[in-house]
């Protein structure tokens, strides 16, 4: 079977020339027209013998993914869904910030930690992406747009540090000056929290920037709105992220996206002002982008109240536009839209059955998460109930329960009102 090109390391190259009995610079000339050159096929080698190239067309393949479909927002950032070689998808975004070009790739098909107002994770996991296929929507960037990219944010499709090992070694193609020789300091892992992920990267000597989606420092809440903290836990990931700082001495990002009424309010950033102490952070603030109804954005009003209390707190905070909302940019979006037949056909580039046939068991899959959300709605109002039993505030929390009830098949947006004033009464006691 082929080998997909971009798998391969210098030494890897390296090993395979020698194999075949070829001169050892061809290794190096090889592994230039494909990371500097960007080449997707070995008849532009053309510094190559005839031999070689069709030796190596024998044992490669070099294509990059396949754009099924692109979008455009009035922001100038662009959306691609590609087509991987086994006819999996996963989205790309190219964000322009002035002169600044910013890619935010995928690491997984999808992602198989749901959280839940993240389209992605609501439209299940079919596999990890390998290094080459990560590092190919680099070089695809690049090739579409004539142009050096200016940062690389792992924060599209997927968890990377699900995928670590294949994460790592991307950067370390990316970066290596005989490969794409692309800075260290360009990259920005994203993660949702993963515990020995974190681990990894602080021992792996590759000085990249972390930034961690928290979005909630309240163990219920971050609990339900991610249900990963369930595994790796505040008060263990905190553990963590103090430890790869005092080894890195590096400021970690923390992304909040700002849900009303959910995790915008008073006490929500005192609570995360409270977790970041002794952190050297920098906090950005993302204006829920919505995904389909389970929440809403928060308002301007609560987003400027709870940049507010952080910066009074010295915490240096950025409220960050979402990007291309026209083009629903939010990772998974544009991949889910289309699993529902929600994009118009005209946009289509490709043939909608090739699209339709690749997105069908993420149909099922959002059957399937319905399902389990409910579950947890149920869990987390039956907790809701258990623990107020008394005091003066209880009927007038027993009237908004029981209201909220009503709507809780529908909405777990209500349930989590209920919590938030159980909380507050928790709060009031001691
Ligand atoms: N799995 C990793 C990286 C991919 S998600 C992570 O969770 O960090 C990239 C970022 O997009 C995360 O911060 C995630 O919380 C955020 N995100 C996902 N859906 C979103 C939405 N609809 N609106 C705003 N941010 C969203
Ligand atoms: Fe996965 Fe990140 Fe989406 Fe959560 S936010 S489901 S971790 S991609």
Redesign the pocket.
């Known amino acids: 079977m082929k080998k997909f090109a971009l798998e391969n390391s210098l030494e890897d190259w390296q090993g395979y020339i020698s194999n075949i009995g070829e001169a050892k610079y061809r290794a190096t000339q090889i592994a230039e027209w494909i990371w500097k050159k960007h080449v997707t096929s070995a008849d532009e080698m053309t510094n190559l013998s005839k031999d070689l190239r069709e030796r190596l067309k024998a044992d490669f393949y070099f294509s990059y993914p396949e754009i099924l479909l692109t979008q455009k927002s009035k922001d100038g950032t662009k959306k691609f869904l590609l087509k991987l070689s086994d006819a999996e998808t996963i989205e790309m975004v190219l964000m322009k910030h002035g002169d600044r070009l910013t890619l935010?790739l995928s690491?997984q098909v999808g992602?198989p930690?749901g959280?839940t107002?993240?389209?992605?994770?609501t439209s299940g996991f079919a596999r990890n992406l390998t290094a080459g296929e990560i590092a190919a929507q680099f070089l695809l960037a690049e090739k579409i747009t004539s142009r050096d990219l200016s940062n690389v944010v792992?924060?599209?499709?997927?968890?990377?540090f699900l995928n670590t090992d294949a994460v790592l070694k991307s950067i370390r193609l990316l970066n290596h000056e005989k490969l794409r020789g692309f800075g260290i300091r360009h990259f920005t892992i994203?993660?949702?929290g993963i515990i020995k992920g974190i681990e990894a990267l602080r021992d792996a000597s590759l000085p990249v920037r972390l930034?961690?989606?928290l979005?909630a420092a309240d163990s219920e809440l971050r609990s339900f709105l991610?249900p990963v903290n369930e595994t790796n836990p505040l008060p263990e990931l905190r553990k963590a992220l103090v430890d790869y700082q005092s080894k890195t001495n590096d400021r970690i990002s923390f992304?909040y996206?700002l849900f009303g009424e959910v995790n915008d309010t008073v006490e929500r950033a005192r609570e995360l002002v409270h977790f970041l102490r002794g952190i050297h952070s920098f906090v950005n603030l993302?204006p829920?982008?919505?995904?389909g109804g389970r929440y809403k954005t928060a308002s301007p009003e609560a987003v400027l109240r709870f940049k507010t209390i952080l910066e009074t707190a010295g915490f240096e905070t950025e409220i960050r536009s979402?990007m291309g909302q026209d083009i629903d940019a939010?990772?998974?979006?544009l991949r889910r839209k289309i699993a529902e037949g929600a994009v118009e056909k005209d946009s289509y580039t490709k043939t909608d059955a090739i699209i339709h046939a690749s997105m069908l068991h993420d149909a099922a899959n959002i059957e399937r998460y319905e399902r389990k959300a409910k579950l947890l709605e149920k869990k987390i109002v039956a907790k809701a109930t258990k623990k107020t039993t008394s005091g003066g505030f209880i009927d007038k929390f027993r009237r908004k329960k029981s209201n909220d009830t009503e709507k809780n098949s529908q909405n777990c947006f209500s349930n989590l009102k209920v919590k938030k004033q159980k909380l507050g009464f928790k709060r009031t006691k001691g």
């Open positions: 935010c690491t992602c930690l959280c107002f993240c389209a992605t994770g792992y924060m599209g499709m997927g968890e990377p994203s993660t949702s930034a961690v989606s979005h991610m992304e996206a993302i829920y982008n919505a995904t979402s939010a990772c998974g979006q």
